[in-house]
């Protein structure tokens, strides 16, 4: 197998707030492979945009980091921002969610570039930042003409069209998408979505797609990652995923997919948890359908399935872990109707 | 280009909406006017002058006539600029206007400068390192210079830098053999002086607007501070500083480019409305420094009753403010390209 | 799915409305609530002054003399019987700027209930009605706002001058007159953005009727924001009384001690070298300003959550547990 371009081992971060620490990644690990992309899925507040900024040492004052971000040999946890700051753009691009705000409304498009293109490589003269850019709009469908508008004049489609260009007239090789398409429609969707797939064709870029759609995970992604409440709880080729779902989330997340041939609602039962206090054992065990004793006492190991997959849960096993009477199913009480989020 | 016609086209539309505003005030300004018992001319003149001549006079005005009349001609006026002489001195107004006019407009002007830099400067700082001594400082500055009334400070200045240190003049726009021997221009004693190349009126005039100019701005500056610092604030959350972090930019630039500019684009819309602020400011200011501007003629012809004089100046006073507010308006969509129609 | 009832459901009661609002405050750490209780302190200190004026003003607000009929030095600097010194006109500055707390709030008091009665329902209507009468309104209360609010104050109080007796009604007529469009404007530009808030499309789609919406939402969204918006005018109103007494169109001295009045006075002392009769009036002036200014911002950082800071902890990770390597899976479950 191909070294990995991008390997997280262990990460947490952890926020401190007044009513204890929140829990956003508890310990975390993937690979990020050149060419390829990893779809990060989960609910909203499971940690999965907490994630992807941690990876870049985006957070805000009072975050705790810990564990490992190998890049190119280097752990970028504890990395001091000077260095940090040289990587991102080169090295790790982002793009973001909403990108009707992230364009300064002060400056124009040109100027967005030259800037970029300038703080990383300052030897580069006027006439060939100008070229770059061109051509990095180009790739994405924006004609030359609209260079010298401002933000304001592009609609949000296009918006995120330049922040995609924005980020790639460096060539990274790691580009951490954040919901690029939550905040767009559907017709935009596929377009931006199709863009990124030529990323990994053209670039060899690797790419980490974070998002709760799982419709796009399966167009979209090589390799898929579902995350629970801090935790990633599932994670495989994404054909193997959605064939043969190994975790009880991933399967219940699949169910509650609605499609054409939907006839009747499924859903989880019960809100994902407070972070600052997360279930004992698994994370998932109150709302599981197939929860036993063990997993509301003891964290699930890691297990490697045939198929491929990873998932962190005690149906795989192995049971010369699990105590006698771990196997029993669990009694939980009803979940109020109040408790429903 | 497509920006200068959509500009240009924003230009036109403020002026046509500036014209009902201008007549709304014109009416407020006729009706106040009338408000009072009896008509200007007996109330400033009555009993200083025979009753016939009192007669002759409110014809000659036309007071007797019906106030629709009164009105219409009165709107004529206005449009000609023919704004009378006054009652109690028979200067005519415009005389008035420009001589005094101008002793404000010098005050205003410097005022405006002292404040602009005072206030914008210190409420960028006290954003800048928030929370830090600099912050609470600048914050607490602030709030006391807002809460000082002018002739609070101006009786401060006098008695510390008139009377006790002796740097300072206290009163007057310039010593009694400058304003006699200067050449009047333009009546901006600055200006004037320097059309002159009269280096020792210069000096002088300018140490005059020392204390008057420092006094003013300061108070109207106080209130930039707050509004610059919560702006600050603002934009450096913004979306568009944390997705140019992303992308490597330097802190530094990213502060001083996109923070800083971005927190003081509301700034020039707040300067047009402090100006009406300021004109209120000027007025006591001059009382308290005897500067002979427009304020304090206001309050004389007030305290002598001259009505006419009072319309007058506060017809003007209302003329320039929306002036003033239609080019603050017009600047601000200049600096800021999202305002158009 | 196994369910057995053992225990009873949860009950998740809401927190009143008193205490939802009043979370913010004890949420937020540090700078913004010792501020609001400063101003809050300093406020409460001129109220005290105001009520009890004649019990601790040690003479009367106009009087020159002893009761023995013994005249007071004119300006005569601080001393023991006179602690603030007297003013040109021999009478006690303390007395003075202790009677003028009472004046100024009383008067602002006074003004504020009446801008807020018209001010407060105008903006309330226009806002939510929108149309003509939005517009003619707004038209309106732009113009008066645009223009400088101390002359036309100076105006009207001389206006009214000529039909009122007493200073202080015109005085406090006058100044509502200037902060009317304020709070227009303010209501106004809220509840229109209330009103267009998902929450309130919502309701009216659950065939809530006008009134109702207009109560439960747009009404106490913006009613939260009127006390900070009353005690910043406040605190402006009363430098625009000072303002006017100092021009000499505010409080007749005849009538009741005012700051601003004392300060015009004192100006011509300042030529002499005599700073009691100026200092002591500005500086309630500015104490008794800052103190309003400071409950109204640090209620506005408090209740204002986008730049609100959350109170940080440090965050200690353990230490991590030694990695567990996954184990192939022998056979399937």
Redesign the interface.
Same mark, same amino acid.
């Not at chain 3, 996954?326 to 022998?330: I, M, N, S, V």
């Given at each position: 197998m191909s070294e990995h371009v991008l390997e997280v081992?262990?990460l947490?971060v952890?926020?401190?707030?007044?009513r204890g620490?929140v829990r956003a990644v508890d310990?975390v690990s993937f690979d990020l492979d050149a060419g390829k992309t990893l779809g990060l899925v989960g609910e909203s507040g499971c940690g999965k945009s907490t994630l992807g900024r941690g990876i870049l040492g985006l957070l805000p004052?009072?975050?705790?980091t810990?564990?490992e971000v190998v890049y190119d040999g280097r752990n970028l946890v504890g990395l001091p921002q000077r260095r940090l700051r040289e990587l991102r753009g080169p090295d790790i691009g982002m793009i973001f969610q909403e990108p009707m705000t992230r364009l300064d409304p002060l400056m124009r498009i040109e100027d967005h570039f030259s800037e970029v293109l300038k703080t990383h490589e300052p030897d580069l003269d006027d006439a060939q930042v100008r070229k770059r850019s061109l051509e990095a709009l180009a790739g994405m469908g924006i004609p030359p003409t609209r260079f010298r508008q401002y933000p304001h004049e592009f609609s949000g489609g296009m918006r995120q069209r330049i922040m995609i260009a924005l980020a790639l007239v460096l060539r990274p090789k790691v580009v951490i998408a954040d919901e690029p398409t939550t905040a767009l429609d559907v017709l935009v969707e596929a377009q931006i979505l199709s863009i990124l797939a030529d990323l990994r064709r053209n670039f060899d870029t690797a790419l980490l797609l974070i998002t709760h759609n799982l419709g796009i995970v399966a167009e979209a992604c090589d390799r898929v990652a579902v995350m629970y409440a801090g935790k990633i709880v599932e994670e495989g080729r994404s054909h193997d995923v959605f064939r043969t779902p190994g975790h009880p989330y991933t399967r219940e997340l699949l169910r509650s997919i609605i499609s054409l041939s939907t006839t009747g609602l499924q859903y989880i039962p019960g809100a994902p948890p407070d972070l600052t206090e997360p279930p004992s054992g698994c994370h998932f065990h109150p709302r599981c359908?197939d929860a036993m004793r063990v997993c509301a006492d003891l964290d699930p190991?890691?297990?490697?399935?045939?198929t491929g997959q990873?998932v962190e849960c005690w149906?795989?096993?192995?049971e010369h872990r699990i105590p006698p009477g771990g196997q029993d199913?669990?009694?939980?009480?009803?979940i109020?109707?109040?408790?429903e989020a | 280009m497509k920006q200068s016609a959509s500009l240009r086209r924003y230009i036109i539309t403020r002026l046509l909406l500036a014209i009902?505003?201008l007549w709304?005030?014109l009416t407020?300004v006729f009706l106040?006017m009338r408000?009072?018992?009896g008509d200007p001319i007996t109330a400033a003149l009555g009993g200083r002058v025979p009753e016939e001549e009192l007669q002759r006079r409110r014809h000659e005005a036309g007071y007797d006539r019906p106030l629709i009349v009164q009105y219409v001609e009165y709107l004529k006026d206005v449009a000609t600029l023919n704004f009378g002489t006054t009652l109690v001195d028979n200067r005519p107004l415009t005389e008035v206007i420009v001589q005094n006019g101008a002793a404000t407009l010098e005050l205003t002007f410097f005022a405006m400068i002292v404040a602009m830099v005072s206030g914008v400067g210190i409420g960028l700082l006290a954003g800048r390192f928030r929370?830090t001594p600099i912050d609470?400082g600048g914050r607490l500055f602030g709030?006391?210079l807002?809460?000082?009334?002018v002739?609070?400070l101006?009786?401060?200045a006098?008695?510390t830098f008139?009377?006790?240190l002796g740097w300072l003049p206290?009163s007057g726009r310039a010593s009694p053999i400058v304003t006699y021997e200067l050449q009047t221009h333009t009546n901006l004693f600055v200006v004037d002086s320097i059309i002159e190349r009269n280096w020792s009126a210069l000096r002088d005039v300018l140490l005059h607007l020392i204390m008057p100019a420092m006094v003013l701005g300061l108070v109207i500056g106080g209130v930039f501070i707050?509004l610059v610092r919560?702006n600050l604030?603002?934009t450096m959350?913004g979306d568009y500083v944390e997705a140019a972090r992303a992308r490597g930019v330097t802190e530094k630039r990213v502060v001083y480019k996109h923070a800083f500019k971005n927190a003081l684009v509301p700034v020039i819309t707040v300067m047009g409305l402090e100006f009406?602020?300021l004109?209120?400011?000027a007025?006591?200011t001059e009382?308290?420094f005897n500067w002979p501007g427009i304020g304090s003629e206001?309050?004389r012809y007030?305290?002598n009753r001259d009505y006419v004089a009072?319309q007058g100046i506060?017809v003007f006073?209302?003329i320039v403010?929306?002036i003033v507010?239609l080019m603050i308006d017009i600047l601000n969509a200049w600096v800021d390209p999202r305002i158009r129609y | 799915?196994?369910?057995?009832?053992?225990?009873p459901?949860?009950?998740?009661r809401r927190a009143g409305t008193l205490r939802r609002m009043w979370a913010p405050m004890r949420?937020a750490r540090?700078?913004p609530r010792v501020i609001v209780w400063v101003g809050i302190g300093i406020t409460l200190l001129f109220v005290i002054l105001a009520i009890f004026a004649p019990l601790i003003a040690p003479y009367g607000f106009d009087q020159y003399r002893t009761a023995e009929g013994v005249r007071f030095v004119k300006q005569e600097a601080p001393s023991a019987a006179h602690l603030f010194g007297t003013n040109v006109m021999s009478t006690d500055v303390l007395s003075r700027v202790v009677f003028g707390a009472r004046t100024a709030i009383e008067v602002v008091l006074l003004s504020l209930f009446v801008s807020m009665a018209i001010g407060l329902p105008l903006g309330l209507i226009a806002g939510y009605r929108g149309g003509r009468l939005d517009r003619v309104l707004l038209? %309106?209360m732009?113009?008066?706002?645009? %223009?400088?609010?101390?002359?036309f104050a100076?105006?009207?109080a001389?206006?009214l001058s000529?039909t009122f007796d007493r200073s202080m009604i015109t005085a406090a007529l006058a100044i509502s007159i200037v902060y009317i469009p304020q709070y227009f404007r303010v209501v106004r530009n809220h509840v229109i953005s209330v009103r267009e808030e998902p929450y309130v499309e919502a309701a009216r789609a659950l065939g809530a009727k006008p009134n109702v919406v207009m109560r439960k939402y747009v009404l106490q969204n913006v009613i939260q924001n009127v006390p900070i918006i009353a005690t910043l005018n406040a605190?402006d109103a009363i430098?625009t009384l000072?303002?006017l007494g %100092?021009?000499?169109y505010g409080i007749q001295p005849t009538e009741a001690a005012e700051w601003?009045y004392d300060?015009?006075r004192?100006?011509s002392d300042?030529?002499?070298?005599i700073?009691w009769t100026?200092?002591f009036p500005?500086l309630a002036?500015?104490?008794l300003?800052?103190g309003l200014?400071?409950v109204g911002?640090g209620l506005n950082d408090v209740l204002n959550p986008?730049?609100r800071?959350?109170?940080?902890?440090?965050?200690?990770?353990p230490p991590?547990e030694p990695?567990?390597d996954?184990?192939?899976?022998?056979a399937?479950?």
């Open positions: 081992r262990d947490r952890w926020y401190g707030t007044t620490p310990g004052d009072g975050a705790a810990d564990g359908p190991v890691p297990r490697d399935l045939a990873r149906l795989h096993g192995p199913p669990l009694e939980r009480r009803e109020a109707v109040a408790e | 009902p505003m709304i005030l407020i106040l408000v009072a018992p929370d609470l709030i006391i807002y809460a000082a009334p002739f609070f101006g009786f401060l006098q008695l008139g009377k006790w206290t707050r919560v604030l603002q959350k009406a602020v004109l209120s400011g007025v006591l009382q308290t206001l309050v007030l305290n009072v506060i006073t209302g403010v929306v507010s | 799915m196994a369910a057995q009832v053992d225990a459901p949860v009950v998740i949420e540090g700078q038209l %309106f732009d113009a008066l706002l645009a %223009f400088p609010s101390l002359l100076i105006v009207i001389f206006l000529q605190a430098l000072a303002a %100092f021009l000499g601003g300060i015009q004192a100006i300042a030529g002499a070298g700073w100026g200092l500005g002036i500015v104490l300003v800052t200014t400071l911002e986008v730049i800071k959350r109170a940080i902890r440090e965050v200690t990770l991590r990695e567990a996954a184990e192939p899976e022998e399937s479950a």
